[in-house]
């Protein structure tokens, strides 16, 4: 992308992927239009947690400064028995995960992420975001994209070298250019609210599980989440149920005895703490096929557009920042689009899927039952904190490929304890 034309990108949606898409491309010299539907900014949503994998790129951008004073460094996942609230296993955190994979591991309100994405974006003028605009229709030229945008009404038409779609499960840009399966709807509903710490209900969480900590209590039925954000004054809370689709949209109405039944026999703590939190919203959960064509003649889907996938990994988030910053890093300077769209594709959905599989593991392993969950709090307890760390090297460790070239490998942020190679 070294012509005049070429050195601009359209981007469809201003959430993390988008934004962060945005920032990456400027950093490269291109000029960035960035189209949002909403008609001002709002994050949607509550906590969310920010692997280093993530904050590692978040630093590279320049966004950590400004995102740092809202999060928390959780001490450590806790896995817990959401029956008796035994602690199954910890996997350390804090300060052993930036020694480690040499970045934080952060937990965060989804509005001050965002914020502090908005903010760097707005620190540099080839970025141009425009709200209330909405991209209609897309026409693939031989030579870029033209993009017809609605404003207000207006619709006006833009051209570029590249057409980013990260606007969401529901993306226009991927119905535009067909490249494809729409979203469906997985049968699970995530349950979210948020608790301060000095009301009732953060009192009673602060009674079964630790406040500085990632806690995942576990139960055949259902899972619930628990961990900081807000700079440690609120707690968020996810709960995982199996559940009816509600409606085509990020949140809706459901009632919450889905829920309360899910949790029955289980902590009379745990339900207490679900009664006392009130405020729960249900959120159906969608997917998008991996598996599916991420670009199109002069068009590429990052984030939820691509590959909507299921929280069970906590890598949602994490996987709509590296999608942005290796497609920005292996495009920005070359003239073969096609040629370095078609690698970047190979690579992310290499590494998508495989995060994919680990989240359907993880949601096997913590809504397993009778013999299958013994064994599996067998395997956790022979476990050892280290060792369950290692095994998250391919994960947290990952960096982007140093120098944008099709023929580098991603790497590791290789552990300088760890006397075996960082797995890749």
């Known amino acids: 992308m070294t012509d005049e034309r070429s050195r601009s990108v359209i981007i469809a949606g201003a959430g993390v992927a988008g934004l962060t898409a945005a920032i990456a491309f400027a950093r490269h010299g291109l000029s960035v239009r960035l189209y949002e539907q909403a008609p001002q900014l709002e994050a949607f949503g509550a906590g969310l947690q920010l692997s280093p994998n993530a904050t590692h790129i978040l630093r590279e951008l320049g966004v950590l400064p400004e995102l740092l004073p809202y999060t928390v460094r959780p001490r450590a996942v806790e896995l817990r028995d959401a029956g008796t609230l035994k602690m199954l296993t910890a996997i350390p955190l804090g300060e052993m995960a930036e020694k480690r994979w040499k970045a934080p591991y952060l937990v965060v309100h989804r509005a001050d992420l965002q914020r502090a994405l908005l903010a760097t974006a707005n620190q540099n003028t080839r970025i141009e975001l425009k709200t209330g605009a909405r991209i209609v229709n897309v026409h693939q030229h031989a030579n870029g994209i033209e993009a017809s945008v609605n404003c207000a009404g207006h619709v006006s038409n833009v051209s570029a070298g ?18 494809t399966a729409p979203s469906r709807f997985t049968g699970e509903l995530a349950w979210r609210t948020t608790i301060a710490l000095d009301e009732p209900a953060g009192r009673a969480f602060a009674g079964i599980a630790n406040t500085d900590a990632v806690t995942a209590f576990l139960h055949s039925r259902f899972h619930l989440i628990a961990y900081p954000i807000s700079a440690g004054t609120k707690i968020n809370l996810v709960a995982f149920t199996k559940g009816e689709r509600i409606a085509d949209s990020w949140s809706g109405n459901a009632d919450i005895k889905i829920l309360a039944q899910a949790m029955r026999n289980t902590s009379p703590q745990l339900r207490k703490l ?109 476990r050892s904190p280290e060792q369950l760390a290692a095994d998250l090297d391919w994960l947290y460790g990952w960096r982007l490929p140093e120098s944008g070239s099709v023929n580098d490998t991603p790497s590791a942020a290789v552990p300088t304890d760890q006397k075996s190679p960082v797995k890749k």
């Open 274 to 382: 679900v009664d006392l939190a009130g405020g729960w919203t249900a959120w159906p959960l969608h997917s998008v096929d991996s598996n599916g064509a991420w670009r199109a003649k002069g068009a590429a889907l990052i984030g939820d557009a691509a590959h909507a996938m299921t929280p069970f990994a906590a890598q949602g988030a994490a996987m709509a920042i590296e999608d942005a910053a290796m497609l920005a890093d292996f495009i920005a300077n070359d003239d073969e689009l096609a040629t370095r769209l078609s690698v970047w594709e190979q690579r992310r959905k290499e590494r998508v899927n495989k995060v994919v599989r680990r989240g359907a593991l993880n949601h096997l392993a913590w809504h397993a039952a009778g013999p299958v969950a013994l064994a599996r709090n067998l395997f956790l307890k022979l």
């Open 162 to 179: 590249l057409l980013v779609g990260a606007d969401g499960v529901w993306s226009a840009v991927r119905n535009a250019v067909r490249t």
